[in-house]
């Protein structure tokens, strides 16, 4: 493949107490791709996650974000690597004591020198590529759970970031507000050339919009390729993932 | 043509961002990406400014890089330009250039309008509408429901949840004696001990018995009690129902057909007024026994002589001015966790804030409540 790799991960091996995560994980992502990992419960796609985001410290193995290699990297390191990637959580994980518009502004605000009139200026627009200028004063409380998602989606690229994680973004979401969720982020990731690792079980979603599949399975990837042959593989786990899809296919 | 065409200027100010003004065109090249903005927000406009121009061209012909803080900032510096009377256009770029100003520029976002604030005297009045419709009209309606369901529950025990009263037992009464115990002790010791000094001087070491026996039974007791109780448990109660609320447990309730009233805050009740009174004699005891080693050890009153006159100053009074001091904090207490435990708006952080309240507003309603009943109980 001769596109630039964003991550890298090798050999990637975690443990709580006793108890082994992830043993062997090897995978790469793309510049300008959509990666969706996924995998069962309890077969490490968090672990994997938190271990990117450097929320856990690499132990065994080897990991690089951005051509940085994070199992080596200094605090200073991190923080100037946290302001080249933007996180979209579960839960949105926005600042319930702040209104919409103070969330997405809160990493210009810490990040950057800018008067604070253009720092609304930007916080309006991206608010607008996710169609949500109208909740600029409200409080996240006062959301609904699809404009919730946007609101996270719109702090996530407020630093126009060339890496966007998602961690399962359409979770809790009806199946009408999840494919305009996965249409935005296809958009997004057109228009700012950015790339995307995402953490999801929604297999419609995926479908939707996965470059590149990575399948966890008890803490080794089971498969890495694309989504073409993600559907046609032979693996009983993948088949089996996939397999859904057949069965809606019956209703036809 | 303005006669400032002439003037040039070259600045490099930075290795991935250069800047030059001729012929009444600002040239920007390199990258116009957020760390490189402040220059188009302070030292650019002021130097177009200084130059004395009437109008000039942004020219990002050799602009090999933007972000949105780029593309905002250049509109950003349009619009500031504009309003010191030099119009600015945006001229060339690259394709790609091209599409991030399209997809960034801020004039095909719809506009909308920030939402008018209310003045003081609007905001003032609101604010006392809510006190009385939701807190106080609020209050009494819970007081109500909890009063009802109470006494309700009392002929219908089969539907109460087995044990639930002795668990908020221990919670709220066995597992604050030891506080109340430690810190009423130490009071009594230190009433006796100040008043001490100023009863020997008059020679009336033995009324230190009265002193004590009189402050900590009709007084400080039931008080250190009820504040202790609403430090502790009100506090809890308030977060335990905001949580509940917070994490739907209270809808999963109602939808399930239990009151949560019902359900949540009559055991918190029926356990606060059974302990409470215990916890109150607890805390006469103790300070009494403090006010006792004081008096020993300042004024040579011994055990014999303190348990003696106690007999002759303790009066049924004081018991039944405890007992229904008892009952009423510990009504206000759960009252008041409740009430705010319900209130909850907003998540985690709603939860700390109504907590806070509660304890802040209980020990308050417990201080009102001690002046009142200590008047009719003068």
């Not at chain 1, 407020?158 to 359409?170: A, H, K, S």
């Not at chain 2, 206000?332 to 507003?361: C, D, M, P, Q, Y």
């Given at each position: 493949?001769?596109?630039?790799?964003?991550?890298?991960?090798?050999?990637?091996?975690?443990?709580?107490?006793?108890?082994?995560?992830?043993?062997?994980?090897?995978?790469?992502?793309?510049?300008?791709?959509?990666?969706?990992?996924?995998?069962?419960?309890?077969?490490?796609?968090?672990?994997?996650?938190?271990?990117?985001?450097?929320?856990?410290?690499?132990?065994?193995?080897?990991?690089?974000?951005?051509?940085?290699?994070?199992?080596?990297?200094?605090?200073?390191?991190?923080?100037?690597?946290?302001?080249?990637?933007?996180?979209?959580?579960q839960s949105g994980a926005l600042l319930n004591s702040?209104?919409?518009?103070?969330?997405?502004?809160?990493?210009?605000?810490?990040?950057?020198?800018?008067?604070?009139?253009?720092?609304?200026?930007?916080?309006?627009?991206?608010?607008?590529?996710?169609?949500?200028?109208?909740?600029?004063?409200l409080f996240p409380s006062q959301l609904s759970g699809g404009m919730l998602k946007?609101?996270?989606?719109?702090?996530?690229?407020?630093?126009?970031?060339?890496?966007?994680?998602?961690?399962?973004?359409?979770a809790g979401l009806d199946?009408?507000?999840?494919?305009?969720?996965?249409?935005?982020?296809?958009?997004?990731?057109?228009?700012?050339?950015?790339?995307?690792?995402?953490?999801?079980?929604?297999?419609?979603?995926?479908?939707?919009?996965?470059?590149?599949?990575?399948?966890?399975?008890?803490?080794?990837?089971?498969?890495?390729?694309?989504?073409?042959?993600?559907?046609?593989?032979?693996?009983?786990?993948?088949?089996?993932?996939?397999?859904?899809?057949?069965?809606?296919?019956?209703?036809? | 043509?303005?006669?400032?065409?002439?003037?040039?200027?070259?600045?490099?100010?930075?290795?991935?961002?250069?800047?030059?003004?001729?012929?009444?065109?600002?040239?920007?090249?390199?990258?116009?990406?957020?760390?490189?903005?402040?220059?188009?927000?302070?030292?650019?406009?002021?130097?177009?400014?200084?130059?004395?121009?009437?109008?000039?061209?942004?020219?990002?012909?050799?602009?090999?890089?933007?972000?949105?803080?780029?593309?905002?900032?250049?509109?950003?510096?349009?619009?500031?330009?504009?309003?010191?009377?030099?119009?600015?256009?945006?001229?060339?770029?690259?394709?790609?250039?091209?599409?991030?100003?399209?997809?960034?520029?801020?004039?095909?976002?719809?506009?909308?309008?920030?939402?008018?604030?209310?003045?003081?005297?609007?905001?003032?009045?609101?604010?006392?509408?809510r006190f009385?419709t939701d807190f106080v009209f609020g209050f009494i309606t819970l007081a109500a429901d909890v009063f009802y369901w109470s006494v309700a529950d009392l002929f219908r025990s089969r539907s109460r949840r087995a044990g639930e009263v002795s668990n908020q037992a221990v919670l709220i009464?066995?597992n604050?004696?030891?506080?109340?115990?430690?810190?009423?002790?130490?009071?009594?010791?230190?009433?006796?001990?100040?008043?001490?000094?100023?009863?020997?001087?008059?020679?009336?070491?033995?009324?230190?018995?009265?002193?004590?026996?009189?402050?900590?039974?009709?007084?400080?007791?039931?008080?250190?009690?009820?504040?202790?109780v609403a430090g502790r448990s009100g506090s809890s109660i308030a977060a335990e129902i905001a949580t509940m609320k917070v994490t739907a447990e209270l809808n999963a309730l109602k939808t399930m057909g239990l009151n949560p009233i019902r359900f949540v805050v009559v055991p918190k009740l029926y356990a606060c007024l059974l302990?409470?009174?215990?916890?109150?004699?607890?805390?006469?005891?103790?300070?009494?026994?403090?006010?006792?080693?004081?008096?020993?050890?300042?004024?040579?009153?011994?055990?014999?002589?303190?348990?003696?006159?106690?007999?002759?100053?303790?009066?049924?009074?004081?018991?039944?001015?405890?007992?229904?001091?008892?009952?009423?904090?510990a009504s206000l207490i759960v009252l008041t966790g409740s009430f705010f435990g319900f209130r909850v708006l907003r998540g985690a952080e709603g939860v700390g804030k109504v907590t806070t309240t509660a304890v802040v507003v209980a020990?308050?309603l417990?201080?009102?409540?001690?002046?009142?009943?200590?008047?009719?109980?003068?």
């Amino acid at each position: 493949m001769d596109k630039e790799r964003v991550i890298d991960v090798n050999g990637l091996g975690a443990s709580f107490d006793d108890t082994v995560v992830l043993s062997d994980v090897n995978f790469s992502a793309y510049k300008g791709d959509i990666t969706v990992v996924l995998g069962a419960s309890g077969s490490g796609k968090s672990t994997v996650l938190n271990h990117l985001l450097g929320l856990i410290p690499v132990e065994k193995g080897f990991i690089s974000v951005l051509g940085k290699d994070i199992s080596n990297i200094t605090e200073a390191e991190q923080l100037n690597l946290y302001l080249q990637m933007g996180v979209f959580y579960q839960s949105g994980a926005l600042l319930n004591s702040m209104t919409v518009g103070e969330n997405i502004a809160l990493p210009l605000k810490q990040h950057s020198n800018l008067p604070d009139s253009l720092i609304e200026e930007i916080v309006y627009m991206k608010l607008g590529l996710v169609n949500l200028q109208h909740a600029f004063h409200l409080f996240p409380s006062q959301l609904s759970g699809g404009m919730l998602k946007r609101a996270a989606l719109a702090r996530a690229i407020v630093m126009d970031p060339p890496l966007l994680f998602c961690d399962e973004p359409g979770a809790g979401l009806d199946p009408i507000s999840l494919a305009s969720l996965d249409e935005l982020i296809i958009n997004l990731q057109k228009q700012l050339g950015i790339s995307v690792l995402m953490v999801t079980h929604e297999v419609t979603s995926i479908m939707r919009i996965a470059d590149r599949i990575v399948y966890l399975e008890n803490g080794v990837v089971a498969f890495e390729g694309s989504l073409k042959k993600a559907l046609e593989s032979d693996i009983d786990s993948v088949k089996h993932f996939f397999s859904v899809i057949n069965e809606a296919d019956r209703f036809k | 043509m303005d006669n400032s065409n002439s003037k040039e200027r070259y600045i490099a100010p930075e290795k991935d961002f250069i800047y030059r003004f001729q012929n009444n065109t600002l040239y920007l090249s390199k990258s116009l990406l957020l760390p490189q903005t402040i220059w188009l927000t302070k030292k650019i406009p002021r130097e177009i400014r200084s130059f004395k121009v009437k109008s000039v061209i942004l020219n990002l012909d050799e602009l090999q890089d933007i972000d949105s803080a780029g593309v905002m900032a250049l509109y950003h510096l349009k619009d500031k330009l504009k309003k010191a009377g030099i119009s600015a256009r945006i001229e060339g770029g690259s394709q790609s250039i091209l599409e991030k100003i399209e997809l960034f520029s801020p004039g095909h976002l719809p506009v909308y309008e920030i939402p008018i604030k209310a003045g003081f005297l609007e905001r003032t009045g609101d604010a006392v509408s809510r006190f009385f419709t939701d807190f106080v009209f609020g209050f009494i309606t819970l007081a109500a429901d909890v009063f009802y369901w109470s006494v309700a529950d009392l002929f219908r025990s089969r539907s109460r949840r087995a044990g639930e009263v002795s668990n908020q037992a221990v919670l709220i009464g066995v597992n604050a004696s030891l506080i109340v115990i430690f810190m009423s002790f130490v009071i009594g010791l230190v009433i006796a001990l100040q008043s001490s000094g100023q009863l020997r001087n008059f020679g009336a070491n033995i009324y230190i018995v009265d002193l004590t026996v009189i402050s900590m039974m009709s007084q400080m007791g039931p008080l250190i009690t009820a504040i202790l109780v609403a430090g502790r448990s009100g506090s809890s109660i308030a977060a335990e129902i905001a949580t509940m609320k917070v994490t739907a447990e209270l809808n999963a309730l109602k939808t399930m057909g239990l009151n949560p009233i019902r359900f949540v805050v009559v055991p918190k009740l029926y356990a606060c007024l059974l302990t409470m009174p215990f916890l109150i004699i607890l805390a006469n005891v103790f300070g009494i026994l403090g006010g006792g080693v004081a008096a020993y050890i300042y004024l040579d009153i011994t055990p014999e002589i303190f348990f003696n006159r106690m007999g002759t100053v303790m009066q049924n009074k004081d018991l039944i001015t405890a007992f229904v001091k008892s009952q009423v904090y510990a009504s206000l207490i759960v009252l008041t966790g409740s009430f705010f435990g319900f209130r909850v708006l907003r998540g985690a952080e709603g939860v700390g804030k109504v907590t806070t309240t509660a304890v802040v507003v209980a020990i308050s309603l417990v201080i009102l409540a001690d002046s009142i009943l200590g008047l009719l109980f003068y």
